[in-house]
């Protein structure tokens, strides 16, 4: 998921700042850290939790830019 979103980003599909763009890294990094629990990687698992992280901040970012525009839904 992480690898399509980059492509999608790469192509100009979706914007890099958009909620899709995030919100596909954000599972991907899920997706992946969840198979980690079958066979622990903690490389991996640091890579993937700060992707998480990144992408959270992201969407936190986009949130707090909706709520001062008073554009929330």
Known sequence: MIALAYLASQQRWVDQDSITYLMANLFGAIFVLASL?????????LV??????VSLR???IIYMRQIKSGDVR
């Open 58 to 60: 992201g969407l936190y």
């Open 48 to 53: 993937e939790g700060f992707w998480a992280l």
């Open 37 to 45: 629990s079958v066979d622990w990687n903690l490389p991996a698992a």
